[in-house]
């Protein structure tokens, strides 16, 4: 994900994940990790046409426009802010993985540029939450935005439950 930006091109269709989906992702993270560190799990590819390098703020960053695997990589991107909202910023090692994992998530420079921009997010929920964290109340404008509400909270408590059900750290995650 480093020096990357990835953008869904209008043409893909809008978040159209549910919960099933999320949760077979999260059965497989599961999976992985109950094997161990020499496990292996295909979990398909993500297809991305290279559409040029794009210089912010002194730092070359390469421009990818997702083909296949946009349901993936946005519940992926949800499931990194759940991970770092969790981390204990009062522990040194936790505090430096969430930042590294905002630095992914949010270029630093002052146009704060996501790692992935959505191409339907009319109430900019993912947006918002990529960047501070928030999720708006209320009803959504369109079933994409309630499903990306949904997915971050699905996420949020996949996060929750990881210690409790696996007994290891968020960092492992």
């Not at 893909?12 to 560190?37: M, P, S």
């Not at 730092?59 to 946009?70: A, P, T």
């Not at 930042?99 to 998530?105: D, G, N, T």
Request: hydrophobic share 40%; with cysteine.
């Amino acid at each position: 994900f480093a020096d990357r930006l990835f953008r869904i091109p209008e043409y893909q269709r809008a978040y159209a994940w549910q919960t099933k989906q999320r949760c077979d992702l999260f059965a497989d993270i599961e999976k992985v990790h109950a094997v161990g560190n020499d496990a292996e799990h295909f979990m398909a590819t993500i297809v991305g046409l290279r559409r040029r390098k794009i210089n912010v703020a002194a730092h070359l960053f390469v421009e990818i426009d997702v083909v296949d695997g946009q349901q993936r990589l946005t519940t992926l991107a949800m499931l990194l802010k759940a991970i770092s909202k969790a981390l204990n910023r009062s522990d040194t090692t936790e505090s430096k993985r969430a930042e590294e994992i905002e630095a992914l998530l949010v270029k630093g420079d002052d146009l704060s540029l996501l790692l992935l921009q959505t191409n339907q997010d009319s109430s900019h929920v993912f947006v918002d939450y990529l960047r501070n964290g928030t999720v708006p109340d209320g009803p959504m404008k369109t079933a994409a935005d309630q499903n990306l509400a949904d997915a971050i909270t699905e996420c949020r408590q996949f996060v929750d439950r990881w210690k409790t059900k696996t007994g290891a750290t968020l960092i492992e995650l």
